[in-house]
């Protein structure tokens, strides 16, 4: 409480500096700084609120308030275009220049000095020397309460659009030197785990951060700055990891809100880096396990949930599996989406995951707002290599406060032939039989067709390239509507469910799935 009092002194405190004009020297050095390669922006987002009138007054458009729009003018292009920007972008400053809340965060503030940055040769090509020092005034602004606000912040804290933000600075203040490689490094040794991936085990947002780290790399490379050699080694790691994180149809996996709407970008980021092969990871502990052969991807959440900045918008899916075969995703999770500026909170759900649950309850707490702060205590993973068969086991102990209960899943992936098998167990920690319903749910692709037989434990399933795949349990199954986020957009698609009562100290289900 102490530190976030002093904090919002020290901030009070600038902006009255900042009223009087009392807050350091001016900058002039904007030009030529557009390193922008891989787009990761909205564009549908943006064209639903630019039609809007005054839309940029709207404080609940998120989107707008990153400028993310600029480039949506810099497409729409010509005099129109630019005279669009800097309407926009005065308008927004006149209102919301002293603002103490979130639209001075360095996540927002940084992400909108980027884009003005990118954006400024484009906006002051037919602009006059008036209109042009009115941009400079807004982006020394932005200057001066990114750095006050990021030196606030600890390294677990800051993102990549704040490092790239801060590299952009230095530019700008013509100091770009290698004393800042070892803030960079720091920041990426605590966000980034020992496989590579980014701690919020959200691949897309694993590749924002890359094409961030990409973007400061050729900033340096134009500066001809030296970068450290962890720097360079990172964004190696980090492009494999980003290519084995592919299903067989170059789809990302939707663990942690990660969602398909910008797979272009991330190819071309594939495309541009060279000599990218995909990782193996034979020491794994925590983090999304992956198995991939020719034929066959398979996707499992087992991440250890933390108190870490990179942590807090991690879902409910511990446990959760996405398998795709022949270019084709079978088993998924429901997704993300980016309608609003912020995944919803129900697609964070347990019930919104490929994983088993107990009465229809969340394996994490998730909140709509705020941080997601009482998550499972305890996730294990184990692995076994043998010569035709892959071996993976995870455990959590989120349901053991309320229900005393262990949840247990392991799988059997065949390395010769399509066969996944799993073996789901609900572990009672006391001896007295407590009953809870379970369900386990296999959420499946919308362009799948199903048919369960007569005895309700085998599930036809026909993918939309006429490949077949039966799925077998030891239990019956039902099938119930299912959504899944497409370009923000929930599609009706369906889901496998098994379910039943916890009736014994130890409650096993058997599946499995494979080609026929």
Known sequence: MFNFLYKNFLRTFQLFFLRLGLNGKNYQNFKDLNFKQNDFINYKIIKYYVVKDNFINNINILDAHMFNFLFFYQKLGGKKGIELSKTNIFLWFKKFKYNKKFLWSTNYASKRFINLVY??????????????????????????????????????SVSSSEILA???????????????????????????????????????????????????RNIFLFFKVETSQNF???????????????????????????????????????????????????????????????KKNLFFDVVQPSNLEAHKELGAGSLAIEISAYGEKIFTNCGGSEAGGKNPAYLKYSAAHST?????????????????????????????DEKNLLYFSGTHNGYLTNYKKICKRTLYISKKRELVRGEDTIISTQSIIKK??????????????????????????????????????????????????????ANETKQIVISGITSALNTKVEWSLEKI
């Not at 700008?172 to 919020?200: A, F």
């Not at 749910?441 to 037989?453: A, D, K, V, Y």
């Open 356 to 384: 088993i649950i107990l009465d229809n309850t969340n394996i994490s707490e998730i909140k709509d707002i705020g941080f997601n702060k009482d998550f499972v205590k305890k996730v294990n993973f184990e692995t076994k």
């Open 436 to 489: 809870n319903v379970y369900h386990i749910r296999f959420h499946l692709m919308p362009e799948i067709s199903i048919t369960i037989t007569e005895n309700k434990k085998n599930v036809i399933i026909r993918t939309k390239k006429n490949n077949i795949w039966m799925f077998r349990s030891n239990k019956e199954m039902l099938i119930e509507k299912s959504i899944f986020v497409r370009n923000d957009i």
């Open 119 to 156: 954006s400024y040769d484009f906006i002051c090509s037919i602009s006059d020397e008036k209109e042009i020092a009115q941009i400079n005034k807004i982006l020394n602004f932005h200057i001066k309460r990114i750095t006050f606000e990021l030196g606030l912040k600890t390294n677990d």
């Open 166 to 216: 801060l590299v952009l600075i230095e530019c700008c203040k013509n100091s770009l030197n290698t004393k800042i490689n070892k803030k960079i490094d720091n920041i990426i040794n605590m966000q980034i785990d020992e496989n590579s991936m980014h701690k919020s085990y959200n691949i897309l947002e694993h590749a924002r951060f890359l094409n961030n780290l990409i973007e400061i």
């Open 232 to 294: 360079r080694n990172s964004i190696l790691a980090m492009t494999s990891v980003l290519k084995t994180y592919q299903h067989t149809d170059t789809s990302l996996p939707l663990f942690n809100g990660c969602n398909n709407n910008h797979n272009k970008a991330i190819e071309k980021i594939l495309e541009e880096e060279q000599f990218v092969k995909t990782k193996t990871f034979t020491k794994f502990k925590n983090g999304i396990a992956v198995y991939k052969d020719s």
